[in-house]
């Protein structure tokens, strides 16, 4: 089975700051995706950002960032230049290549941005 | 844009009622799924299903079935409502391609008294 864990129940970060949410999992799989999706408050989930573990590069869309380490099995998001539209609570998710593409996720960090 | 939509945003049951919460997707996605959403526990797959039809168990299961008799859409059954089930549920659709992400709905926040 495969686990993600989010150690960081709660974060924060002062407006134009950088900040790091942490993730980590575990899973034999070879071939799989990540996945860090956003859920502002009462809004709909979205996705952030994505990586296929194939790729040693890391991804990267606009402000967000990931470090990919794969044999350490930690996929982090850096936040840079933070917003108070990024204030919301986030996911790390992890997919492997099967049918129906389940998703695993992990338990959150509910990160604010303080003006 | 990719639209998921759930039938009520809000709802309140009585115990051992019958609850149907309907999700329907517009984009011809091939795989849908059902979580619940708890604070501290993330999100957690309840079912999913990869065609009509066809629907696969996820990790809590008990205590729900699902419906899908249209590609399009996904209804999720609580057959006798219990206030361990009071819970946000979110419903997603996504490609059966495994580039593809999931597309969440709003959400449907479920409270059984």
């Known amino acids: 089975a495969q686990t993600v864990t989010q150690s960081q129940p709660e974060m924060s970060v002062q407006e134009a700051e950088t900040v790091t949410l942490s993730c980590t999992y575990d899973t034999s799989e070879n071939n799989y995706y990540l996945f860090w999706y956003k859920q502002p408050p009462s809004r709909q989930m979205i996705l952030v950002i994505r990586?296929?573990?194939?790729?040693?590069q890391n991804a990267t869309e606009n402000r967000f960032s990931v470090n990919f380490q794969k044999a350490a099995k930690s996929f982090s998001l850096k936040i840079s230049d933070s917003q108070l539209g990024d204030t919301a609570m986030y996911f790390c998710a992890f997919m492997k290549h099967d049918t129906g593409n389940q998703f695993y996720f992990g338990t959150g960090t509910s990160l604010t941005v303080i003006p | 844009d990719v639209k998921v939509t759930q039938s009520s945003r809000y709802l309140v049951k009585r115990t051992g009622e019958k609850v149907f919460l309907e999700c329907v997707q517009d984009?011809?996605?091939?795989?849908m799924f059902w979580y619940r959403q708890d604070p501290g526990l993330g999100l957690r797959l309840i079912y999913f299903s990869y065609d009509v039809k066809m629907k696969e168990k996820g990790d809590i299961p008990e205590g729900y079935s699902v419906s899908r008799e249209k590609k399009e859409r996904f209804s999720l059954i609580l057959e006798s409502a219990s206030t361990n089930q009071t819970s946000m549920y979110l419903c997603?659709?996504?490609?059966?391609?495994?580039?593809?992400?999931?597309?969440f709905g709003p959400g449907t926040r479920l409270t059984v008294t």
């Open positions: 984009m011809d996605h091939e795989n």
């Open positions: 997603a659709s996504s490609f059966i391609d495994s580039l593809y992400e999931q597309y």
């Open positions: 990586q296929e573990a194939y790729k040693q």
